[in-house]
């Protein structure tokens, strides 16, 4: 078995009284990606702070590539890379000078570190901007310079704290590419993000915390089955049609407005002959649909199930 990238167990922070870190448990698998989500303040900063060495933990332990960070707090920053951490770029200078100075202080040499600088320049979208001094960035290309900052030494393990926060579709799907590129080369990721679509596009794990606690870790597709939330809404062209099919179909909400009536799945049922069934009675009792689509869980309705269950 591949020894995992990051490993946390019993995992605690307190901050006075306040346990802000409650014990949590989880494993980043080597070679994958693993989204932290929680509602604000559920402790993914604490986490990552503490498995980057920037904070202590009061208990429990955390391993990245092997190394413990209370014990080993170099070895666990030479194989990390942190995002946000070369946010004090030099914005004096261009963002091509940035990128090669950090390759010489990574010690790459003068011809890997250039091909190197060429490389990320590329793949990040800044050719054209290289040449400018990084005070004329725009916040996204800042963000995206940081993150080519982190990568000029591929780290084994990389953290990324809400990389796409504030960026626009466009940014996002250049950073979206380069987390897959990364993890295709090797490297492990940690993303915190409050994005739940991203997490569902990149992780192949999520861990939920809330309140400093783990309330759900596992793959987007076995956190969606574990919620309710999938309907197949029928579309009606007027009101008679969706008042009959309301009288007939127990259990479904409806929408005036929309002419709409919300069906739902029981858990897992999204199936053929389920349609079917419904479409045929409906059909029966000469109720004319216009229009439907079926809605399954997505990472969304995994989250307020889950962190609003805790929290009541
Ligand atoms: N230095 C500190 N001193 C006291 N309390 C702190 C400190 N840093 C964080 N906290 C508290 O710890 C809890 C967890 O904070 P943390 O920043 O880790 O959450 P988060 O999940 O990253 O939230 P957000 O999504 O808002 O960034 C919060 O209640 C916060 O107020």
Redesign the pocket.
């Known amino acids: 078995m591949t020894p995992a990238a990051i490993e946390v167990r019993d995992l605690t922070k307190r ?2 009284t ?1 346990t ?1 870190l409650d014990r949590i448990d989880f494993t980043v698998p080597a070679g994958s990606v693993t989204a932290l989500i ?10 990552v702070q503490i498995l980057s060495t920037l904070r202590k933990a009061d208990a429990g332990m955390a391993r990245v590539a092997g190394c413990d960070v209370q014990g080993d707090p170099d070895g666990v920053r030479a194989a990390i890379g942190l995002t946000g951490q070369f946010s004090a770029v030099d914005k004096l200078l261009t963002g091509e000078e940035n990128l090669r100075l950090m390759a010489r202080l990574s010690h790459l040499g003068r011809r890997r570190g250039a091909a190197r600088v060429e490389e990320l320049l590329e793949q990040f979208d800044l050719v054209d901007a290289a040449r400018k001094p990084l005070s004329t960035y725009s916040g996204g290309m800042q963000r995206r310079l940081d993150l080519a900052m982190t990568l000029v030494r591929t780290p084994e393990v990389i953290v990324l704290d809400e990389p796409t926060t504030g960026l626009d579709p466009s940014s996002r799907r250049t950073l979206w590419n380069a987390v897959r590129d990364l993890v295709d080369a090797g490297t492990s990721v940690l993303l ?1 993000t ?1 994005y739940l679509d991203e997490a569902d596009e990149l992780a192949d794990r999520v861990v939920v ?1 809330d309140g ?1 606690r783990v309330v759900a870790d596992g793959t987007p597709d076995e956190l969606k089955r574990r919620v309710p939330g999938g309907h197949i809404r029928l579309q009606f062209g007027d009101t008679r049609s969706l008042d009959a099919a309301h009288r007939m179909l127990g259990g479904a909400s409806r929408g005036d407005t929309a002419l709409a009536l919300d069906v739902p799945l029981a858990e897992g049922d999204g199936s053929v002959s389920t349609l079917r069934h419904l479409l045929t009675r409906l059909d029966g009792a000469g109720i004319v649909v216009d229009d439907l689509t079926i809605h399954t869980p997505d990472l969304d309705d995994v989250f307020f199930a889950l962190t609003q269950e805790v929290s009541s």
């Open positions: 901050y006075g306040a802000v929680g509602p604000n303040g559920a402790g993914k900063t604490t986490t915190t409050q915390l400093g």
